[in-house]
């Protein structure tokens, strides 16, 4: 089968195209033929050999969130399951490939009316979305910030905390991504290129309650700057390169709540369950930015690295 390989950590060109065996499904296993390839901002910093908490060791075919239909089971497995769409992760690799083996218990299977493509976008960010949604417990007339907002997690954010009827304050990096977020659900979008950006939040909202960090770094600090008194901050990603470097000493000093949740792995699973129904129902709109085959997977990397892409970066394999 066709696949990505990463033989040496570097820069995306190390995403070198090759083949690799058909994998074969043993017992509680099933095979997945992929469509689809959901890419997080992880995938690029693992492939960089950065320090981080899901590190990987070459050689190995990178990724871990796929779509596709289920075309073989092992010999225990029940063979219904065989013509199934669904979407898995893979295990923290495996994922750039023409097939995939995973555990039976690993796949969910996607809701009749949503597209597969749009159900591998919110494998992952639905999931993280739904889950900070909860975490920070979003209030109908909460000033709700979320930084990179035209981001795959981010865009989810927006609408999520709009429905929960939130006053939502979108922060995204240049004037492309702050003209989506207002069609998103945004009822006030800001750049965080600009150096008063937090100043205009601040005479725009008074402040906020929530902030919902997705940049970390300066921009993280000042986000947190904003939140009064009983104000909430939770953390999903660091678009900076550096994680928010509030400390819990500064958030007690400012009487703020630092939210770092701690799910189970079958309530993970289950928020990703909630976001698919959410979509297939119309109430969660997966905004897929761009895609590229699976032979240009240096590309799709590459364009995640210079700030290119908003909502979801996907490959698409058939």
């Known amino acids: 089968m066709r696949a990505i390989w990463l033989r040496e950590f570097g820069g995306p060109d190390v995403l070198v195209p090759g083949t690799a065996p058909d994998p ?9 033929d992929i469509a689809h390839v959901n890419i997080t901002f992880v995938e690029t910093q693992q492939r960089s050999g950065r320090p981080g908490p899901f590190q990987v060791t070459p050689p190995l075919i990178p990724g871990n969130g796929v779509g596709g239909i289920i075309t073989a089971v092992g010999p225990d497995v029940d063979p219904a399951l065989i013509g199934r769409r669904v979407v898995s992760a893979t295990g923290g690799s495996g994922a750039y490939a023409e097939r995939a083996v995973v555990d039976v218990s690993a796949p969910i299977e996607v809701p009749a009316g949503l597209a597969l493509d749009e159900a591998v976008a919110l494998l992952a960010d ?10 920070v417990g979003v209030h109908a007339g ?8 035209a981001g795959g997690v981010g865009s989810l954010l927006v609408q999520l905390a709009s429905r929960a009827g939130a006053r939502v304050i979108g922060v995204a990096g240049g004037p492309r991504k702050v003209e989506l977020l207002t069609g998103l659900g945004a009822d006030l979008a800001v750049d965080y290129r600009l150096p ?5 939040v601040r005479a725009a909202t008074g402040g906020a309650d929530v902030v919902l960090d997705g940049v970390g770094g300066a921009v993280a600090r000042a986000a947190f700057e904003l939140l ?17 470097p509030v400390s819990e000493e500064a958030a007690t000093a400012r009487q703020v709540t630092v939210i770092r949740p701690d799910v189970p792995p079958a309530r993970l699973r289950a928020y990703t369950e909630q976001a698919l129904a959410d979509a297939a129902a119309g109430r969660l709109r997966p905004m897929i930015g761009q895609r590229f085959p699976l032979d240009r997977a240096a590309d799709a990397h590459a364009a995640i690295e210079a700030r290119a892409t908003v909502g979801k970066t996907l490959l698409d394999v058939s």
Do not use: H, K, Y
Request: net charge negative; aromatic share 6%.
């Open 24 to 32: 074969t499904p043993g017992p509680g296993q099933v095979l997945i």
């Open 126 to 135: 639905g999931r993280t979305a739904t889950m900070l949604i909860e975490a």
């Open 142 to 149: 909460d000033r709700v910030l979320v930084e990179a907002a």
């Open 196 to 200: 008063d950006w937090a100043d205009r």
């Open 228 to 244: 009064d008194p009983g104000g909430r901050m939770v953390s999903f990603g660091l678009a900076s390169g550096e994680w928010s």
